[in-house]
């Protein structure tokens, strides 16, 4: 069963990762020890700390936002792809018919 934590949780947790990274020798001990506290998983933290890291523009990649505009533009590219394909079946189903029309006495 996956648990669902709220943006304020995880904004916390990724908050008490930053502030109390120098108190431990790894960044990973520090998510570790907070994720027990938060009751997650360190993966878990590791993955939202990334993600912050990511928005703030401090680590390269897709940023929260870009992320949400590319899955909300794909299904629109799925659709004008098949718009094409059925105007491009169409165009040549047409085009044979206009060929076959001329050359019938």
Not at 67 to 96: C, D, V
């Amino acid at each position: 069963m996956t648990t669902r934590y709220s943006p304020e949780v995880q904004a916390r947790a990724v908050r008490l990762v930053m502030e109390h990274e120098a108190d431990y020798p790894s960044q990973w001990a520090a998510i570790e020890s907070i994720a027990e506290k938060i009751a997650c998983t360190a993966e878990t933290l590791r993955r939202w700390v990334r993600r912050a890291a990511r928005d703030a523009g401090q680590r390269a990649g897709p940023t929260t936002d870009q992320l949400a505009r590319l899955k909300a533009l794909e299904p629109e590219n799925r659709e004008l792809r098949q718009a094409n394909e059925i105007l491009r079946k169409a165009s040549a189903y047409f085009a044979q018919a206009e060929l076959d029309r001329r050359f019938k006495p």
